[in-house]
């Protein structure tokens, strides 16, 4: 990379003077060239949109074929969902389109408060185009891309993201190279001041600099590569068509018809086993290569009976009609605020399931101060009436194969919410987001009453196990300790003889 650097320096320089013989044998006649004015580059802010372009990446992966296969084979037909958020598949792959029209919103939010900065007059009116975009389906700058544009802006804006993320890295690596050569440097200069003569550090201060020289050429040479160097219509530019690449395509995966003049465009209703769309080579048409996952829940004839001037996508907006399912329902976790500390509850449940002998006093107290008010009164309700003998080696392996089939299902929801919250706390400090997990698929939209049954139920298994395997220990070492003082008395008796 230095001996790359170094050729780039040296190509520019002999460029430089061949510019300048050039303009010296032009006569003093000559007009003068047109004054070229350059456009602000967005500088520091190149890796914010490259957070931007991270995030655009993976929503359009996430609409790939084999991901939309997955969701529709694998991710809403998990038992724990089909038990404890909904068996209904059209509302889970509603719950599936919002999350995914929501996150598209949130970088559009991004992405218009950038646009503000451009010189072109069309981009800085993106918010307006896109909510006309995405109400009516009109794209009069043609910013909606044929599948093969997109793969090459994808391929793109992969570059940028890479080579931004590397300027971010050297660019920390710079700042260290900078302070460590100012402390030799003042370690040095006191060093000077108290002997008066050079010591063997000012070989590592000649490093340094060096190292410093070459370091600065490096992040030189990425910033002229990334995003830092690019003007603000260029990166707008993209992350602009992308959006509208992206939302063509939802619409179409999950069969969302657009609309013009207040009248649906009617939609093909083949489905296929992918149930994938891809925009066609026409900027403005779009070309099933299979149909819809979701049906459209309004017929044309049910809207002309409503009239055509009450379409909710018009009067309400796309984003906040399709964004509306992430609400959770009252009877949710989400809703009551408790799918994290929940699946928190569950993976500790787990852990003492899997070795309940090794679970002591204290860290059943500590279980038990983490359980809610209504999972203790079920609890004790449950409780009530228990013997205090846990001692049948049968029930308490019923108890086992109970509680594995209840986490089979139970615990990847908990694994999967903890894996949700982590990667988006992760997402704001990292370019490369990897949100492979869909909220349908955690306890946000799991249903409390049958979440908190189950909880329940894992709690009187782990209670009785638990009692089990203290019963057994003890019944183990008082035979032990019996046969033990038995072989002593035996021994002593041999020896008085």
């Known amino acids: 990379m230095a001996l790359e650097t170094w050729l780039v320096k040296v190509k520019k320089t002999i460029s430089s003077s061949f510019d300048t013989v050039r303009s010296a044998t032009v006569p003093k006649a000559a007009a003068k060239p047109a004054l070229v004015i350059k456009k602000s580059s967005v500088g520091v802010l190149a890796f914010e949109i490259a957070g931007f372009m991270a995030k655009l990446l993976h929503l359009w992966q996430s609409l790939s074929d084999k991901s939309i296969t997955r969701l529709r084979n694998e991710s809403i037909s998990l038992e724990g969902v089909r038990k404890i958020v909904s068996n209904d598949e059209d509302f889970l792959l509603g719950l599936a389109c919002a999350e995914i029209v929501e996150n598209l919103r949130l970088v559009a939010k991004s992405v218009s408060r950038l646009s503000k900065k451009c010189e072109d007059s069309n981009l800085r009116s993106f918010d307006r185009c896109l909510q006309e975009f995405s109400n009516t389906g009109r794209d009069p700058h043609h910013w909606v891309l044929s599948w093969k544009e997109m793969e090459a802006k994808i391929k793109k804006m992969d570059h940028f993201v890479t080579i931004t993320a590397t300027l971010h890295r050297e660019m920390d690596e710079l700042l260290v190279v900078e302070n460590s050569l100012r402390k030799s440097q003042l370690l040095q200069s006191n060093k000077e001041r108290d002997l008066g003569t050079l010591t063997f550090k000012e070989q590592k201060i000649t490093e340094l600099q060096q190292k410093l020289l070459w370091q600065r050429q490096e992040v030189k040479y990425l910033k002229e590569r990334s995003l830092w160097g690019r003007s603000f219509d260029t990166a707008t530019l993209l992350l602009a068509k992308s959006i509208f690449t992206i939302l063509a395509r939802i619409k179409l995966v999950f069969g969302i018809a657009n609309t013009s003049h207040g009248h649906p465009i009617s939609l093909p209703r083949s489905l296929s086993a992918s149930a994938t769309v891809y925009p066609s080579e026409h900027p403005n048409t779009c070309n099933f290569v299979s149909g819809p996952l979701m049906k459209n829940p309004k017929s044309e004839d049910d809207h002309h009976q409503k009239g055509a001037t009450t379409n909710p996508d018009i009067d ?114 990292n370019l490369s987001p990897k949100t492979n997990v869909l909220l349908l698929q955690t306890l946000y939209f799991a249903n409390q009453e049958k979440t908190e049954a189950a909880i329940t139920e894992l709690l009187v298994g782990l209670n009785y196990i638990w009692r089990f395997e203290r019963e057994m220990n003890a019944k183990a070492l008082f035979e032990c300790t019996t046969n033990f003082n038995g072989f002593l008395n035996s021994q002593n008796k041999i020896s008085s003889d």
């Open 316 to 429: 309400h907006g796309f984003f906040e009609v399709n964004s509306k399912p992430m609400k959770p329902p009252s009877s949710t976790l989400g809703a009551a605020a408790l799918s994290l500390h929940y699946a928190n509850l569950i993976i500790v449940i787990e852990k003492m399931i899997r070795s309940p002998q090794l679970v002591g006093i204290d860290a059943r107290d500590d279980l038990y101060s983490l359980l809610p008010i209504s999972i203790r009164s079920s609890l004790r309700a449950r409780l009530k009436g228990v013997g205090f003998s846990a001692s049948d080696p049968f029930l308490a392996g019923e108890w086992r194969d109970a509680l594995h089939k209840i986490l089979g299902w139970l615990s990847p929801l908990a694994h999967n919410m903890i894996k949700w919250q982590s990667e988006r706390s992760f997402e704001q400090q």
